[in-house]
């Protein structure tokens, strides 16, 4: 009532504006306004330490981001296959009770985590019960991740086993299976076995390619004769490519 007495002796002001400051003064208030911040804090603060210290039990960082397309049966055969892996009495136990009743997925998906996580000799275990199941059929890509699995860990030994097992049932490596089974015996000391899977690859059906010839000329600088052989045959293959020669007295070659 005030402020309209005092307006109606101020014909300045509009009747537009009068309007407005009427309004304004019976607007309802909002709960969410005019509150006590101090009071805000209050309440928030308890749902932010829920949210700090409550923790569901999944593993974080990128490992479980590796694993979410992982079944639980799955993961709990990994997680049990790595717990009893150094006693051979209760790993056998597990697996005759929780791995062999798994589904054909699920068997598959913990051989490709038992690899990606380098727990070789695990993932080799797991590829003979495959092998062992009515419904396997021989696959490339199966004995391909195994065996550059194994040449990565320098299990060459077990990695051979497995190239004969694929040999004979008629599957063929392709490119990157022989390039990482060649470094594999680079680093493991054997030039002669990685001349040997270079002379079978080169019997390849599939066309060359550029990456197991330059492992075999990398890794072979400290034998130039058997790398003049290599250099020779990938001048012929690649002609257009350059291939870099160190200084000869740096690897004793005079």
């Known amino acids: 009532m005030a402020i309209r007495a005092f307006l109606s002796r101020t014909p300045k002001f509009s009747s537009s504006i009068l309007r407005i ?21 209050r309440q928030i603060q308890p749902s932010f330490e829920f949210g700090r210290f409550f923790h569901d039990g999944r593993p974080r960082g990128p490992l479980w981001r590796g694993k979410k397309l992982i079944g639980k049966e799955a993961l709990f055969v990994i997680l049990g296959l790595k717990r009893f892996k150094d006693d051979e009495e209760k790993l056998e136990k597990f ?26 000799e695990l993932a080799l275990k797991m590829f003979k019960i495959i092998q062992k199941e009515d419904w ?7 004995y391909k991740d ?29 490119s990157q299976t022989y390039a990482e089974v060649i470094r594999g015996f680079l680093r493991y000391g054997s ?4 001349m040997n ?9 599939d066309p060359p390619e550029e990456l197991p010839f330059r492992i075999l000329l990398k890794g072979l600088l400290p034998h130039p004769l058997l790398r003049n052989r290599v ?24």
């Open 21 to 41: 400051l009427t309004n304004r003064l019976h607007l309802p208030s909002s709960p969410f306004q005019f509150q006590n911040p101090i009071r805000e804090s």
């Open 95 to 120: 697996i005759k009770s929780h791995v062999r009743r798994l589904l054909k997925m699920d068997k598959i998906a913990v051989l490709a985590e038992l690899e990606r996580q380098e727990e070789v």
């Open 136 to 142: 396997y059929k021989p696959d490339i890509y199966l």
């Open 146 to 174: 195994l065996i550059v699995a194994l040449a990565r860990s320098k299990k060459m030994e077990e990695a051979m086993q497995v190239w004969e097992s694929m040999k004979k049932e008629e599957l063929f490596p392709d």
């Open 191 to 194: 030039p002669s076995d990685a």
């Open 197 to 205: 899977i270079y002379e079978d690859m080169k019997k390849s059906p």
């Open 231 to 254: 250099k020779q045959d990938f001048e012929e293959l690649f002609p257009e490519r350059h291939i870099y020669d160190p200084p000869e007295e740096i690897f004793g070659m005079r």
